[in-house]
C-alpha cells in the first residue's frame, strides 16, 4: 500500500522568501504520479503541480516548483517569493497505476502542512 | 475551474436520515472521485467512477453509495447518515493533457448529522 508523509504540521515565511515543503512516499509501484494541493481557509482545494514519476525534469508552474527526489522517494515543494496570499494548508498526494485506466486509480494524500506567511 | 459544481453547499440532517449530495462536471471528464475530508484523517477516497455505470470503492465506502447514470453527474448517497459521516465532502475530476495529469476539486459540502 502507498504512504505519503508530510512531517511539517505547520510554518512560518516571511513575505517575499522562499518555502520548501516536505514530502516523502512510500510505494513499491515504479509508475506513479505526484500532486501538490493547495487549500486556503475557504475550504476549496486547489491544484498546483505534478510529476510524473518518469518526468526526467523536475516540474514547475510559475511560482511552484517541485524537487523530485527519486531514489529518496521526496517530492518536496518549493514556493519562491511567497506572498501574503500563498497562506493556506498544502497537501501531497499521490497516485499509483501509470496508466489512469487502470483499475483500482486513486489517490493517496499525506497529512498537510498549515503555511502562514508573514508581512 | 474545470467546471464541476457541488449541491448542497451545507447540509445539516439528523441521524438515520437518507442523504444525497451531487457532484456536476461540464466538460465530459471520464473519471470522478468523491473523498471526505476530516481533521487528523487528511482526505479519503470514498468511491469513484471511471465511466458510467462503472464505479469502485474506496478506503472509507462502508455506508455510502454512488451512482453515475450520466457522465456529467455523479451522486453519492448516505442510505442512514450516521453522526461519524459528519465531515466535508469533496467531488474530484481527473484531467490528462499528454502526459500530464491535473485533478480538480468541487468547492466541497459541509454535512453535519445530528
Known amino acids: 500500500a502507498q504512504k505519503i508523509t508530510q512531517t511539517q504540521p505547520g510554518m512560518f515565511v516571511q513575505e517575499k522568501e522562499a518555502v520548501t515543503l516536505d514530502c516523502t512516499y512510500d510505494?513499491?509501484?515504479?509508475?506513479?504520479?505526484l500532486f501538490w494541493y493547495k487549500q486556503p481557509s475557504s475550504g476549496e482545494m486547489i491544484f498546483l503541480i505534478y510529476q510524473g514519476s518518469y518526468d526526467e525534469q523536475n516540474a514547475t508552474e510559475g511560482r511552484y516548483s517541485l524537487n523530485f527526489q527519486k531514489a529518496r522517494k521526496s517530492a518536496n515543494l518549493v514556493i519562491s517569493a511567497s506572498q501574503l496570499g500563498d497562506s493556506a494548508m498544502y497537501f501531497c498526494?499521490?497516485?499509483?497505476?501509470?496508466?489512469?485506466?487502470?483499475?483500482?486509480?486513486?489517490?493517496?494524500f499525506g497529512g498537510g502542512t498549515r503555511v502562514l506567511v508573514k508581512p | 475551474d474545470a467546471g464541476i459544481t457541488q449541491s448542497p453547499r451545507h447540509k445539516v440532517t439528523e441521524t438515520g436520515t437518507p442523504v444525497t449530495l451531487r457532484c456536476h462536471q461540464t466538460e465530459n471528464h471520464r473519471y470522478m472521485y468523491w473523498y471526505r475530508q476530516d481533521p487528523g484523517h487528511g482526505l479519503r477516497l470514498i468511491h469513484y467512477s471511471y465511466g458510467v455505470k462503472d464505479t469502485d470503492k474506496g478506503e472509507v465506502s462502508d455506508g455510502y453509495s454512488v451512482s453515475r447514470s450520466k457522465t456529467e453527474d455523479f451522486l453519492l448517497t448516505l442510505e442512514s447518515a450516521t453522526s461519524s459521516q459528519t465531515s466535508v465532502y469533496f467531488c474530484?475530476?481527473?484531467?490528462?493533457?499528454?502526459?500530464?495529469?491535473?485533478?480538480?476539486f468541487g468547492s466541497g459540502t459541509q454535512l453535519s448529522v445530528l
Open positions: 510505494t513499491s509501484d515504479q509508475s506513479y504520479g
Open positions: 498526494a499521490m497516485r499509483v497505476a501509470g496508466m489512469i485506466k487502470a483499475a483500482g486509480n486513486k489517490l493517496t
Open positions: 474530484a475530476i481527473s484531467e490528462l493533457t499528454g502526459r500530464k495529469e491535473k485533478l480538480f
